[in-house]
């Protein structure tokens, strides 16, 4: 079983809807909750944190943590072509904050 | 605007060269991280930095070597390049979440 592990779709949505992206990952004491966007031959660049139980918004992002269940999702609200890219979910397992990454979801936005 | 830098963004180099990658970063942060990731792949982390004169190797064998100096820079170094090590090459900075680096695109020949 993988530490992180993703949907690798890719996971294809009309303009204008909402996007579900999911994570779940093995190790009880992780403690911090990332997700990453990485453009084709970008970087990857933080998108959301995530520390406690919830939800948390940012704009259109937003990120929901269920420690109890292992898992983490980001809901992206009024989804743009632009917003066509791999997600990636990134968990730090110990409070050495050392990231180990999911293998990324690839979302598609059609017009 | 990026604080974290690396060069080159794009090297081609035949087999058996020396090479480094050079990743800075001015935002003081004391944990930095090499990434290697194929096209369409997953991030391997092959090695990290807790502070100076702090090198460790990471999740992914890697023949590379990095050493940490000084706080701000953080390079790595192929001593002998083969076709086998092309690859992005991604290097981070940290407190809490990752910035990245823009990546080095390698090309061995």
């Known amino acids: 079983q993988k530490e992180v592990e993703q949907n690798s779709g890719p996971l294809s949505v009309p303009e204008g809807a909402i996007a579900s992206l999911n994570c779940t990952y093995s190790?009880?004491?992780?403690?911090?909750f990332f997700w990453y966007r990485q453009y084709s031959g970008k970087s990857p660049e933080l998108i959301m944190s995530i520390y406690s139980n919830g939800d948390k918004e940012d704009g259109r992002f937003t990120a929901q943590l269920n420690k109890a269940s292992q898992y983490v999702s980001l809901l992206i609200r009024d989804s743009q072509p632009s917003d066509s890219a791999t997600y990636l979910c990134a968990v730090a397992m110990d409070s050495s904050y050392k990231l180990i990454f999911g293998s990324g979801t690839r979302l598609l936005v059609r017009p | 605007e990026a604080d974290i830098y690396q060069t080159p963004r794009y090297l081609v180099i035949g087999t058996g060269k020396k090479i480094t990658l050079e990743c800075s970063q001015t935002m003081g942060h004391d944990k930095m991280y090499w990434y290697q990731q194929d096209p369409g792949m997953e991030l391997h982390l092959i090695h990290y930095s807790y502070g100076v004169n702090s090198t460790e190797k990471g999740d992914l064998s890697s023949e590379s070597t990095v050493s940490r100096i000084r706080t701000e820079h953080f390079p790595l170094t192929l001593e002998s390049a083969r076709p086998s090590h092309t690859s992005q090459y991604l290097c981070?900075?940290?407190?809490?979440?990752?910035?990245f680096g823009s990546g080095t695109r390698l090309t061995v020949v």
């Open positions: 190790d009880r004491g992780s403690q911090s």
């Open positions: 981070a900075s940290s407190i809490y979440g990752y910035t």
